[in-house]
C-alpha cells in the first residue's frame, strides 16, 4: 500500500474512500495532493475488490481550490511546460469506476471543479460551491467554465464565475449540481451506501452506462443515441444480462458475476 501524506484511504467493503488530508490548507490541492489523489484513483481503478471510490475532505472543506500560494510565482513558460492544470489534475475524468463525490463545506475554484470530474456529488447541508478565481485575477483553469456550465447552464454559471458568488446546497441541488443534499454527518456514509449499491450490479453495464452519460457531454444527441445503442446491444453479449432478465422472470434477486 502506497504511503501518502496528504490524503488518507480506506476501504468500507467493496467501496474505496479517499479523504483530501491536508486540514491546515482547507484542503487547498496542490501538486503533492494531486499527484497522490491520481496514484490512489488509479489503484483502485485497477483493483478488482473495488466497486466505487467515494471522495471527500473534511467538514470545513471539500477543497478550498489550487494552492494558491504554491501557484502565485509561477510563469508563464512554467505553466505551459508543466500543463498546469491539465495531466495531474484529470486523473479522475480517466476512472472507469463510478466516483462519488461527498462534498461538505467549501468546494471552491479547483476544489468545484474536481468535485464536477466526479460522477455524482452529494452534498452535506453546509456544502458551499463557488468559483472565486475572478478574484484573483484569473478564471477557472480545471474546467469550471465548461463543467459548471454545462451542469447548471449559462445564467447562473456566468453569474458566479464573473462574480465568484458561492452557492449553498440548497440552491446547488435547485440548480442540478448535486444529486442530493444529506446532513452533514451523513455524507460520507450516503456516499458508501451509494457506492456499495453500485456494487451490486453488473460492473460491465455500470461501466458502460457511465460511459454513455459522459458521452452525453462530449458528442451530438445523434451520435450519442447511437453510442448509448451499440452499448446497449453489447451487453447481450455479457453473462450478466442474461442472470439480470432470468432473475427478474423467476421473481429472484440477481446474481451477477461481472462477465
Ligand atoms: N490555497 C492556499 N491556501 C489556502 C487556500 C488556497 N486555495 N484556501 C485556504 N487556504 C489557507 C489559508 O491561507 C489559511 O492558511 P494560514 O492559516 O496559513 O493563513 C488556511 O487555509 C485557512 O484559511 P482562511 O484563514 O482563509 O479560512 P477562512 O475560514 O477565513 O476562509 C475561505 C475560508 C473563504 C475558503 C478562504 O480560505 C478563501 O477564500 N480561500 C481561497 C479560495 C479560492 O480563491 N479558491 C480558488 C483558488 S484558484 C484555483 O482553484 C484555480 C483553478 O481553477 C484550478
Not at 167 to 178: G, I, K, N, Y
Given at each position: 500500500?502506497?504511503?501518502?501524506?496528504?490524503?488518507?484511504?480506506?476501504?468500507?467493503?467493496?467501496?474505496?474512500?479517499?479523504?483530501?488530508?491536508?486540514?491546515?490548507?482547507?484542503?487547498?490541492?496542490?501538486?503533492?495532493?494531486?499527484?497522490?489523489?491520481?496514484?490512489?484513483?488509479?489503484?483502485?481503478?485497477?483493483?478488482?475488490?473495488?466497486?466505487?471510490?467515494?471522495?471527500?475532505?473534511?467538514?470545513?472543506?471539500?477543497?478550498?481550490?489550487?494552492?494558491?500560494?504554491?501557484?502565485?510565482?509561477?510563469?508563464?513558460?512554467?505553466?505551459?511546460?508543466?500543463?498546469?492544470?491539465?495531466?495531474?489534475?484529470?486523473?479522475?475524468?480517466?476512472?472507469?469506476?463510478?466516483?462519488?463525490?461527498?462534498?461538505?463545506?467549501?468546494?471552491?475554484?479547483?476544489?468545484?471543479?474536481?468535485?464536477?470530474?466526479?460522477?455524482?456529488?452529494?452534498?452535506?447541508?453546509?456544502?458551499?460551491?463557488?468559483?472565486?478565481?475572478?478574484?484573483?485575477?484569473?478564471?477557472?483553469?480545471?474546467?469550471?467554465?465548461?463543467?459548471?456550465?454545462?451542469?447548471?447552464?449559462?445564467?447562473?454559471?456566468m453569474e458566479m464565475v464573473l462574480t465568484g458568488r458561492m452557492?449553498?446546497?440548497?440552491?446547488?441541488?435547485?440548480?442540478?449540481?448535486?444529486?442530493?443534499?444529506?446532513?452533514?454527518?451523513?455524507?460520507?456514509?450516503?456516499?458508501?451506501?451509494?457506492?456499495?449499491?453500485?456494487?451490486?450490479?453488473?460492473?460491465?453495464?455500470?461501466?458502460?452506462?457511465?460511459?454513455?452519460?459522459?458521452?452525453?457531454?462530449?458528442?451530438?444527441?445523434?451520435?450519442?443515441?447511437?453510442?448509448?445503442?451499440?452499448?446497449?446491444?453489447?451487453?447481450?453479449?455479457?453473462?450478466?444480462?442474461?442472470?439480470?432478465?432470468?432473475?427478474?422472470?423467476?421473481?429472484?434477486?440477481?446474481?451477477?458475476?461481472n462477465s
Amino acid at each position: 500500500m502506497a504511503e501518502y501524506s496528504m490524503i488518507l484511504t480506506e476501504r468500507q467493503g467493496r467501496v474505496a474512500v479517499i479523504r483530501l488530508n491536508r486540514p491546515q490548507a482547507l484542503n487547498a490541492l496542490c501538486d503533492q495532493l494531486m499527484e497522490e489523489l491520481g496514484q490512489a484513483l488509479r489503484g483502485y481503478d485497477a483493483d478488482p475488490e473495488v466497486a466505487a471510490i467515494v471522495l471527500t475532505g473534511n467538514e470545513k472543506a471539500f477543497a478550498a481550490g489550487a494552492d494558491i500560494k504554491e501557484m502565485q510565482s509561477r510563469s508563464y513558460p512554467a505553466v505551459y511546460l508543466d500543463d498546469f492544470i491539465g495531466k495531474r489534475w484529470e486523473a479522475v475524468t480517466f476512472v472507469q469506476k463510478p466516483v462519488i463525490a461527498a462534498v461538505a463545506g467549501y468546494a471552491l475554484g479547483g476544489g468545484c471543479e474536481l468535485a464536477m470530474m466526479c460522477d455524482i456529488i452529494l452534498a452535506a447541508d453546509t456544502a458551499k460551491f463557488g468559483q472565486p478565481e475572478i478574484n484573483l485575477g484569473v478564471i477557472p483553469g480545471a474546467g469550471g467554465t465548461q463543467r459548471l456550465t454545462r451542469a447548471i447552464g449559462k445564467a447562473k454559471a456566468m453569474e458566479m464565475v464573473l462574480t465568484g458568488r458561492m452557492m449553498d446546497a440548497a440552491e446547488a441541488e435547485r440548480a442540478s449540481l448535486v444529486a442530493r443534499v444529506v446532513p452533514a454527518a451523513e455524507v460520507v456514509a450516503e456516499a458508501v451506501k451509494l457506492g456499495e449499491k453500485i456494487g451490486t450490479l453488473s460492473a460491465p453495464a455500470v461501466a458502460i452506462a457511465k460511459e454513455a452519460v459522459n458521452r452525453a457531454y462530449e458528442t451530438t444527441l445523434a451520435e450519442g443515441v447511437k453510442f448509448e445503442r451499440r452499448a446497449f446491444q453489447a451487453l447481450f453479449a455479457t453473462a450478466d444480462q442474461k442472470e439480470g432478465m432470468a432473475a427478474f422472470a423467476e421473481k429472484r434477486k440477481a446474481r451477477f458475476t461481472n462477465s
